[in-house]
């Protein structure tokens, strides 16, 4: 409830708000003050507030957290700068997934996490290097190195959340399954979750399984390599299905080489949707098909999923994956992070990562975003890197479908 004729800095009215997070879905009120969520009522038309923003017509959301993000920009291979993407996105927590190794996380906390205006949390990769070229970095057991690992994680727990390690057959090249024995160790050791990437083996996927526990993300959870999690029945690998059930969650991930139509078919089908909907966003991703987070939740609104549960994948789900249920809502007293769109009516062709067409009658489009109460500024993005060219069967298929006038 409002404070009586207590100000607001700022008020949002007239949208159609969805926060499965605070409960609230349907036409409400916003009212801001102090960087906090004040007020979520039917009608704040006439309050007394700085700014008023009409959102009429508009979609409401908490601001999306993105669970699997490269945001190290100018250090790593991967990396995009995060400001600017997340003022065009609705995204307001990024959590980047392994681009800092222990040897380069306090270069991320200084010149990343800390004059971000948005909201930068990590997960340490197990690699000493991190991500600093496009693979290999737990090739080496030398970089393995827990002891420095976990005191890089003890004097930065307040934004290093979790563990990453990449396996697949490019990325442990060499030492097969020994990398995720590595990673579970450290996560143990320091009491945080894992997050396990998948892709084409070797490993297995059954050797991975061995390692993860409950509370742990699997991320890339609907990719088409041969380490993905459908037997070739198109039956779900029963031990990631009963590790699912006892608290592993799914993450798509979805970048340039992790999500496949065929496979979020079939695991929708089957009634086991992910449990959250990420982007994998990087310098190659960003140019399409992925393109970024609004896109990649249009892919699973056009794929049946409800706009609920949608939001829910993107908010308050990877919000609690991460130990932050202060985040992903905009029940009264949390931070004032959310986010404005359009839902666009039309016809529209989505792509997988190999360029696979879907057809879809809905998208999302951001038109606003605001982190503690402040509207993000729209600003110039980088430009890619030099070495940042996309496979060849995306780049022909993006340049098809610009040809033809479609996305």
Known sequence: MTDGQAAFDVVIIGGEVID???GTEGRADIGIRGGKIAAVEPDLRGANSKRTVDASGRLVTPGLVDLHTHIYWGVTYWGIEADPVAARTGVTTWLDVGSAGAYSFPGFREYIAKPSKSRVFALLNLSSIGLI?????????DYWDLKVAQQIIDANRDIILGIKARIDKNTTRGVGIAAMAKARELADLVHLPLMTHIGSGPPTIDEVADYLRPGDILTHCFTGGDMRI?????TVNPRILDLKKRGLILDIGHGTGSFDYGVAEAMLAQGIPPDV????IHQLSVQGPMFDLPTTLSKFLNLGMSLRDVIRAATVTPAQAMGRTDLGTLAVGKPADLALFRQEEGEF???DVAMHPREGHVRLV?????VDGEELP????REKAVWADLPEVQQQGLDAVEAAGRR
Not at 366 to 370: C, L, V
Request: hydrophobic share 30%; proline share 12%; glycine share 10%.
């Open 20 to 22: 499965p997070g605070g």
């Open 133 to 141: 070229a496009p693979t290999w970095e737990l090739a080496n057991p």
């Open 230 to 234: 459908l037997n070739d029945d198109g």
């Open 277 to 280: 909907i990420s982007s994998d």
């Open 349 to 351: 062709t989505f792509h």
């Open 366 to 370: 951001n038109i606003a975003t605001f």
């Open 378 to 381: 729209r600003q110039p993005e």
